[in-house]
């Protein structure tokens, strides 16, 4: 009978408390959701659609991060921004870093499309922050892959081996996207390389994949009337026909250039979860509306 007891005890399956991490954007949720499977649960700060520069964590977000035992962060400045937010509501969270081994840029915020004529930098404008936009090129997100593999299996190193597996299976994938995204480009002629966006989200893709990016944005603001005759000179100098409008900023100056470059206006979202399919939606764009 007591061996009975033993053989039923043993059968009953012993469940471990899944690990349970938090991150800011929705595109590192997707990318520790895929190395996690089901063996972690994500929690995500921004909703979709939201702004981070603007956005407040309400209550409820801050909750969820009392069940976090990790916080990826990118070490971006909006990242330090929120941290000591949610060490307030969870003292023990680990952060863990997700930009180990990145190729940093500073992040172009600045009048980049004003011609020729001479501009004054205030001091402020000279204080330059790194752009936190890391997710938009996959060769940076293969580096933000191997980063969340290893805290995964350092956190839970009963299902490393399962994390290295999906790691290694995702990071091929974005190997794949990365050699698709370079052939593409070079097929584009050289004039066709150029793009207007209204907030400097592609800096990376742009820098990696030899495109240029031109932003409406000046300084993180809205750009005035001045601004936007020299980024209407520029990208008419470049060929450009199309200007991306992100659904997390006013449209209304991003239409007033397209409708100096007779360019068509399209959507993009960078901050999208399926952030594979959201930079193939741009180079397909741009492929789309080369004009001679």
């Not at 971006?76 to 307030?88: E, I, Y």
């Not at 680990?94 to 009048?111: A, K, P, R, T």
């Not at 066709?192 to 495109?211: C, E, K, L, N, W």
């Not at 300084?219 to 980024?231: A, I, Q, T, V």
Request: negative net charge; contains cysteine.
């Amino acid at each position: 009978m007591r061996k009975l007891f033993f053989a039923l005890l043993l059968a009953i399956p012993t469940f471990a408390a899944k690990l349970t991490v938090a991150v800011s954007l929705q595109p590192y949720a997707n990318v520790v959701k895929e190395i996690g499977g089901d063996d972690v649960d994500v929690v995500t700060l921004l909703p979709p659609g939201a702004d981070p520069h603007t956005f407040e964590p309400k209550p409820a977000s801050l909750k969820e991060f009392t069940k976090a035992t990790a916080y990826f962060s990118d070490g971006s400045g909006m990242d330090a921004a929120w941290l000591p937010r949610f060490k307030g509501v969870n003292k023990d969270i680990q952060v863990v870093s997700l930009s180990n081994g990145i190729d940093w840029m500073e992040e172009d915020v600045h009048h980049h499309h004003e011609a020729e004529e001479h501009h004054h930098h205030d001091a402020e404008d000279d204080d330059d922050e790194l752009d936190p936009h890391l997710w938009t090129s996959p060769l940076q997100l293969k580096t933000i892959a191997l980063n969340v593999c290893e805290a995964l299996a350092t956190l839970d190193v009963h299902n490393a081996d399962q994390y290295r597996t999906r790691s290694t299976k995702l990071i091929q994938r974005l190997s794949n996207l990365d050699s698709e995204l370079r052939v593409s480009v070079e097929k584009l002629p050289k004039q066709a390389r150029t793009f207007i966006v209204f907030h400097p989200s592609y800096g990376y893709f742009a820098r990696d994949y030899g495109m240029t990016q031109l932003t409406v944005e000046v300084n993180g603001k809205e750009p005035k009337p001045r601004d936007l005759f020299n980024l209407a000179k520029t990208g008419k100098e470049n060929n450009v026909h199309i200007v991306f409008v992100q659904p997390q900023f006013s449209k209304r100056a991003a239409a007033t250039i397209a409708k100096e470059l007779d360019a068509v206006i399209l959507d993009t979202d960078p901050l999208a979860f399926d952030y594979e399919k959201n930079i193939r939606t741009l180079l397909n764009a741009i492929q789309e509306n080369i004009k001679k």
